[in-house]
Nanobody, 127 residues
Framework: QVQLVESGGGLVQAGGSLRLSCAAS????????VGWIRQAPGKEREFLAA????????YNTDSVKGRFTISRDNAKNTIYLQMNSLKPEDTAVYYC????????????????????WGQGAQVTVSS
């Protein structure tokens, strides 16, 4: 079992930056792939990025490539999502999620792939 808690959301102006954190607990957390997924009002969940257990492989969806960066610190049991050049259309609830064994990256690139979820963090980007 893995428990996930997001933090770092808030209100930011367009063009600004935020860093989301995902604190994880569970003895085997370092063996899980972790992803960030968001859901805007009235829209389906959107996968954004994933990072493998060691942190040396990442996968980003095209919509955020070059603006969002995922990273992890297993010593701190924390995963980060650095978000730069934010746009109003980035407004959403952001979730971190974890999944155990699978084939990288194809088993980790949709929201439905993930087994464990945090409660979400609201990010609002004003124009």
């Amino acid at each position: 079992q893995v428990q996930l808690v997001e933090s770092g959301g808030g209100l930011v102006q367009a063009g600004g930056s935020l860093r989301l954190s995902c604190a994880a607990s569970g003895r085997t957390f370092s063996s899980y792939v972790v992803g960030w997924i968001r859901q805007a009002p009235g829209k389906e969940r959107e996968f954004l990025a994933a990072i493998n257990w060691s942190g040396d492989r990442t996968y980003n969806t095209d919509s955020v490539k070059g603006r969002f960066t995922i990273s992890r610190d297993n010593a701190k049991n924390t995963i980060y999502l650095q978000m730069n050049s934010l746009k109003p259309e980035d407004t959403a609830v952001y979730y971190c999620a974890a999944k155990g064994s699978g084939r990288w990256p194809r088993n980790y690139v949709t929201a439905d792939d993930y087994e464990y979820w945090g409660q979400g963090a609201q990010v609002t980007v004003s124009s």
